[in-house]
C-alpha cells in the first residue's frame, strides 16, 4: 500500500466518523469537560496525571486553527481531530499486520475493518475524546520500531511512544510492555532497550518536571483535592468511587462485558428493565445512568433489536468457526495425500523383485518346471 492511498483511505473514514457522529453528544460528557480545560484553564491546571500532554496539545491546535479560520468554539476542532487520528489509526493498523506482522494485506485489511466497525471505535472517533490520537500514536510507534533496522528508528519509535503516554497514561502497557517484547524476538535485545528506554525516559521526565504521578487516586485531580468531574457524578455508597479493581473472577467476568460492550453495542439492552436492574446491582460505582435513560425511552420495538442483534451474532460465529474447522481439515487431508501416494511405487516396486527371485528357487526343479521361469519372465511385464 502507498503512502498516498493510505492518506486517501485515512480521510474517507475521517469523513465518514464525521458525517455519522450522533447529533445529541450528551452521552460523551468527558469531552465536554476536556473541551472546557481547553478554552478556559491555564498553567498548572491543565496538566492532569492521566493525560498530561492531552489538553497543552489541543490548546495548541486550538491556537492554530483560530489563526486560520478566525474564531472557533474548542470542541469542533477537537472532534475534528479526533476523526483525523482515527481514520490514520486504521490504516496504521492495516501497515502493521500486513507488513512487519506477515498476516498478509486481505487478512490486514480485515482486521483493520473490524477495528474500523466496532461499535466503541465508530462511537468515539469523532468525539472530542482521547482515545483515537492515543492509538494512532501507539500504532505508529509500533510501525516505526517494526520499520526500523538501526538505532536511529528506535530512538524515533520510543519517543513517539513516550509522547502517547504522556497523552494518556494507558499507552503504557502496549507502548513500554507488547512493543519492546515483539522487539526483543522479532529485533533482538539491543532494538527493545533503546526503544523502551527511550519511551519511558520520556515520560518520566515529562512527570518529574511537571511534578505530577500518574498512579494518583481515582476521583482525584491534579492538585491532590477529590471532587473532579467523574468523582462528582457518581452516587455510591462508601466513599464515592469505590474500587472494582483487581484479579477476581468477578473482575475477569465484568472485563469481558466491558470487551464485548466496546466491540459490539449492548445499550439497547438496558431497555430490558429485568436487564437494567442487574447491571446497576453488578456495577455500582458505574455511571449507567444514560444507559438506563435510554432504555426507558426506547419505543417498544426497538426492544427487539438487542435479541436480533445477538442471534445474528451468534449465528455468525458459528459460521466462522466452521469455516475454520472445514480449512484445518482441508490443510490436513492435503499434507496427508502426498504421503500415501508416494507409497505405492515403493510396493509396486517390490513385485518384480520377489518374481525375479522366482526363476532362481524353479531352477533347482529344471525337468519338472521348464514353464515356470516363463510365466514369471511375464509377470514384470504385466505390473510396468
Known sequence: MSVRTGILIGLALAVVYTITAPRNRTEAEDAYDYAWSVERDAGRAVLHPHHMAYVPAMQGLHAVAGAV????????VMAAVSSACAGAAVVLLAALLAGPLGMGRGRAWAAAAGLAASYGFWRYASEAEICAPMLAMVLGAWGLAAGARRWQGWVLSGALGGAAVLVHVFAAVPVLAAVPLWLRIRR??????????????????????????????????????????????????????????????????????????ALVSGNFLFAQPRF????????????????????????PWMRGVPWATLAALLVAALAWIGAVLRRGRRAESGSQQPTTNNQHPTSNNQHPTSNNQQPTSNNQQPTSNNQQPTSNNQQPTSNN
Open 276 to 299: 437494567a436492574d442487574a447491571m446497576q446491582a453488578r456495577y455500582p460505582a458505574r455511571m449507567l445512568e444514560e444507559e438506563v435513560f435510554m432504555g426507558r425511552a426506547a419505543r
Open 188 to 261: 533482538g535485545p539491543r532494538a527493545a532497550l533503546i526503544h523502551g528506554a527511550v519511551a519511558a525516559g520520556l515520560a518520566a521526565a515529562a512527570y518529574a518536571c511537571a511534578g505530577l504521578s500518574p498512579l494518583h487516586r481515582a476521583g482525584a485531580s491534579a492538585d491532590g483535592r477529590t471532587g473532579s468531574h467523574a468523582s462528582q457524578n457518581v452516587q455510591c455508597p462508601g466513599d464515592g468511587l469505590r474500587r472494582e479493581g483487581g484479579v477476581s473472577a468477578a473482575s475477569l467476568a465484568r472485563a469481558g462485558v466491558g470487551l464485548g460492550q
Open 69 to 76: 479560520a478566525g474564531p472557533v468554539r474548542t470542541h469542533p
